[in-house]
């Protein structure tokens, strides 16, 4: 008989859905392309993507989450309840019980709103899990056994910083410095630089193609189009790894000053462990360019980028479905 349990990483850049059973199953990102006059959506996921930055002034392409919770309750709702119809074509997913992923310091108010849209989405029982600790489960570190194990998940709008040890977090932050801020300081880095002003996903691929934030380690250029803020009109021009290096210092040098952070709360015993296993980077931020040796450098301790990171926590959440029932029982005691 076909699982009607799912895991799902409702993330502020992407959606991923894990069905026990059948793996991952939709992968997009969480965006809504809504027509104002209507308020009905229009395109959701990877349609409403490509319509980012190009709609007229009647449609509006709305990403519903910001920094890992929801920004816009109707429209995340509209925008799940559209993922899980997508999967469940054939109808043998109807109330599933979902494990649903959410950042390590958000309010009983935020997790409340998360609980209620996958209710409303069709979910039958709903299971909250921390972020990281699915992160790292989904990334093949075996936090169950007592030592210390840590992962940064790089995500959109959160980076969750995390020290566990026998299933459980010991010290932790999340921090709202991630895949979007680095967009945006690239996008303001060009235009105080250049005077030119370009688009979100324009910086954006700017970081995918030529960002390094190891200085030296990447010597690449990328021809890129925006809008002249004098003359008004479009203009080219070319950006290269170094520029961008120095566009994403100061975001970056945040996030090592969290995990150093993390890594001083720590009780030695564990930090010990550490220094043996290594640090393990998940979430798209782990495939930024020199992430992993900038923070080996400043941390001091080796740093390991997860197998495709950003489905960690999707396929860390299939992981725990496996153990759905003990997940179910203990939540009731
Ligand atoms: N090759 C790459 N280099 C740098 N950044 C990347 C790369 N590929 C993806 N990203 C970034 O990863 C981010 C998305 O990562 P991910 O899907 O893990 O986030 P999310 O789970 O949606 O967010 P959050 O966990 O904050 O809610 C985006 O900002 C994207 O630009």
Redesign the pocket.
């Known amino acids: 008989m076909l699982s009607r349990d799912i895991g799902i ?8 859905i894990y069905v026990k059973g059948r793996g991952i199953v939709l992968d997009e990102p ?1 965006i809504v392309a809504i027509d104002t006059t209507t308020g009905k959506a229009l395109e959701v996921g990877e349609e409403a993507y490509r319509m980012i930055g190009r709609t007229p002034g009647n449609i509006v392409a709305i990403r519903p ?1 910001k ?2 919770v929801i920004a816009d309750f109707d429209v995340t709702e509209m925008m799940l309840t559209h993922f899980l119809n997508k999967i469940n074509v054939k109808g043998f997913l109807s109330k599933p019980r979902i494990v649903i ?1 959410v ?1 390590t310091n958000i309010t009983a108010v935020e997790k409340k709103a998360i609980r209620e849209v996958a209710e409303k989405s069709g979910g039958k029982q709903i299971f909250l899990e921390e ?1 990281p600790k699915v992160a790292a489960i989904g990334a093949g570190m075996d936090i169950f056994q007592p030592s210390g194990n840590m992962v940064i ?8 910083i995390a020290v566990l040890s026998m299933g459980n977090i010991v010290t932790a932050t999340s921090v709202k410095m ?3 801020k ?2 945006q300081e690239i996008l303001s880095y060009i235009k105080k630089k250049y005077k030119l002003l370009i688009g979100d996903r324009t910086a ?1 691929e700017i ?2 193609n030529v ?1 390094t934030v190891f200085p030296g380690a990447r010597d690449e250029e990328i021809e890129i189009r925006g809008r002249d803020m004098v003359s008004g009109l479009p203009r080219t021009i070319t950006v290269n790894s170094k520029e961008v290096q120095e566009a994403l210092e100061e975001p970056v040098s945040h996030l090592i000053h969290a995990a150093k952070s993390v890594l001083e709360k720590t009780p030695p015993e564990l930090s010990a462990d550490i220094i043996d296993r290594g640090v393990i980077l ?8 020199g ?1 992993d040796q900038l923070f080996a450098e400043e941390l001091k301790v080796p740093v390991l980028v997860a197998d495709e ?2 489905s ?2 999707a396929k860390g959440t299939g992981l725990m479905l496996e153990h759905i029932d003990k997940i179910a029982k203990r939540k009731l005691i």
Do not use: Q, R, W, Y
């Not at 998940?153 to 969750?160: A, L």
């Not at 998940?282 to 360019?289: C, K, P, S, V, Y």
């Open positions: 990483d409702l993330g502020t850049a992407n959606v991923v969480s989450l920094d890992g992923c950042p972020e998940d790089i995500g959109g709008g959160t980076t969750e991630a895949g979007d680095f967009d954006e970081k995918l960002a998940t979430g798209g931020g782990a495939l930024l360019h992430i990171p950003m960690c926590v």
